[in-house]
């Protein structure tokens, strides 16, 4: 059963200039635990699907079954509630607090949400990440694959069921871009995390479970390896 089931979804934003379709009656099912890589062409709606996935954007019509939630029928609260309770995001530019050490960052989700810390699985995870000799430095004291590391880390310290990365090797160097990709596969064998990654980099995109080519605002191809 798909953890994951988009259907005939359509969103267009209102811009300033004319109207944008992002998506046009977009369907896509993603399966629990599978590696999925997002691909296609800069403007073709991946990083719309994506927040449509996390429940970050409303749509205009369809239907986006998310672990048995229909989000298309929540409220702001419930959505938050839900993107706490299942989602890890991470993103291009990182988007650590940068007046904030490392380890505040990691616990930032859970001063946010009043939650009790799993401080043995915080251990596990900074020492699986190796960012023992990070934890006590601010962001702007690391370098852009270690700060990727920390953010990976922020969004699986919560033991979210999805972790949606919007092209989170964007900024990356080669090295640093394999050990990346190598750590969120890691991520997905150890706690079964379903991982739905959007990149520009075909290559990176092999080495996923699922590849899902984009064209249009709509899914044209889908392959699984
Ligand atoms: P991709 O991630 O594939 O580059 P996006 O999903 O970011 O594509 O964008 C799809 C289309 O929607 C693009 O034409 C983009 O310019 C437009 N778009 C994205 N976000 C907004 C927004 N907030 N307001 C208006 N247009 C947007
Ligand atoms: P809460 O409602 O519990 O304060 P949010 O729902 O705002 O928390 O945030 C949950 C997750 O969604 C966080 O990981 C945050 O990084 C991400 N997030 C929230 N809003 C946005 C946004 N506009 N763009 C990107 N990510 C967001």
């Known amino acids: 059963k798909p953890i994951v089931t988009l259907t005939e979804v359509n969103k267009t934003y209102h811009g300033l200039s004319a109207p944008t379709k992002a998506l046009q009656n977009c369907s896509l099912k993603i399966m629990p635990s599978t590696f999925s890589c997002i691909i296609g062409k800069s403007g073709c709606g991946k990083s719309t699907l994506l927040n449509a996935i996390g429940g970050l954007i409303p749509v205009d019509s369809g239907s986006i079954l998310v672990k048995d939630h229909e989000l298309t029928k929540l409220d702001q609260r419930e959505l938050s509630r839900f993107r706490r309770e299942h989602i890890g995001f991470i993103f291009q530019f990182f988007n650590l607090l940068q007046e904030q050490t490392v380890m505040e960052n990691l616990m930032l989700p859970f001063d946010l949400n009043g939650e009790r810390v799993d401080q043995a699985f915080v251990n596990e995870v900074i020492q699986y990440l190796d960012l023992n000799k990070l934890v006590d430095k601010f962001p702007f004291e690391l370098s852009g694959g270690e700060q990727q590391r920390v953010s990976i880390a922020r969004a699986v310290i919560r033991k979210p069921d999805i972790i949606l990365a919007d092209e989170p090797t964007g900024n990356l ?43 249009d605002g709509q899914v044209k191809r889908y392959e699984t390896s």
Do not use: F, G, P
Not at 174 to 183: D, I, P
């Open 173 to 215: 160097d080669r090295e640093n871009t394999k050990q990346v990709m190598n750590l969120l596969k890691e991520c997905q064998a150890m706690y079964s995390q379903t991982i739905i990654m959007v990149t520009h980099d075909i290559d990176l995109a092999k080495r996923a479970d699922a590849l899902i080519y984009m064209e």
